[in-house]
């Protein structure tokens, strides 16, 4: 399984951007009922074990908001890395 991190202070929010929700295949994103310091509600992992290290949603942050750390315990043709 892979680690999702949200830092919540950094994001501005599901309604005023909301793109980590959209690109993630799996869903595995959500809004959140709680204020960040700044009003704003950043998104919180609805299931991490849906995720599949895709990293579609830190690559798509533009407040780089959100990290995504591959599962090191898998195989690397299982995570979609090429040896070499």
């Known amino acids: 399984m892979s680690k999702i991190t949200i830092f919540r202070q950094a ?4 309604e005023d951007c909301g793109i980590c929700i959209f ?3 799996k869903q595995v ?11 704003y509600l950043p998104p919180q ?3 991490e074990s ?4 895709c990293q579609n949603c830190m690559i798509s942050c533009p407040d780089f ?7 090191a ?3 690397a043709a299982e995570r979609g890395e090429e040896d070499g």
């Open 50 to 53: 849906l995720c599949t290290g």
């Open 23 to 25: 690109v993630c295949p």
């Open 65 to 71: 908001s959100i990290v995504v750390e591959k599962d």
């Open 45 to 47: 992992v609805k299931d």
């Open 11 to 14: 994001c501005k929010g599901v």
């Open 29 to 39: 994103l959500i809004g959140s009922d709680e204020m960040n310091e700044v009003g």
């Open 73 to 75: 315990s898998k195989p």
